[in-house]
Nanobody, 126 residues
Framework: VQLQASGGGLVQAGGSLRLSCTVS??????????VGWFRQAPGLVREFIAT????????YYADPVKGRFTVSRDEAKNIVSLQMNNLKPEDTAVYYC??????????????????WGQGTQVTVSS
């Protein structure tokens, strides 16, 4: 399984970005797979942002991004997207997507995820 994250960049506070995570190599029968988004700022631990179940599309968000970020998936294209609106300087970080093969609504810790993308930088200027 390989994940490719893209869409990061530099944006002013209040602006928007849309990140994409392309998942390749997954088996046809996904069972309880899910995809999560995390971020890591310099000197800080990797932080959970949002997660989505591949089957059914249930989503969960961390409190700092609720109402601003939306995670969605395109099953036909094997892409999971993270729409980020009303960005703030504190959202600046490297953003990662990851796959949990035994996803539940509690899949919010990095250690629960099996495969990771390479990360994409998001910088929000004030």
């Amino acid at each position: 399984v390989q994940l490719q994250a893209s869409g990061g960049g530099l944006v002013q506070a209040g602006g928007s970005l849309r990140l994409s995570c392309t998942v390749s190599g997954r088996p046809r029968t996904l069972g309880t797979w899910g995809v999560g988004w995390f971020r890591q700022a310099p000197g800080l631990v990797r932080e959970f942002i949002a997660t989505i179940a591949w089957n059914g599309g249930n989503t969960y968000y961390a409190d700092p991004v609720k109402g601003r970020f939306t995670v969605s998936r395109d099953e036909a294209k094997n892409i999971v997207s993270l729409q980020m609106n009303n960005l703030k300087p504190e959202d600046t970080a490297v953003y990662y997507c990851a796959v949990d093969r035994t996803w539940t609504y509690l899949s919010r810790r990095p250690g629960q995820y099996d495969f990771w993308g390479q990360g994409t930088q998001v910088t929000v200027s004030s």
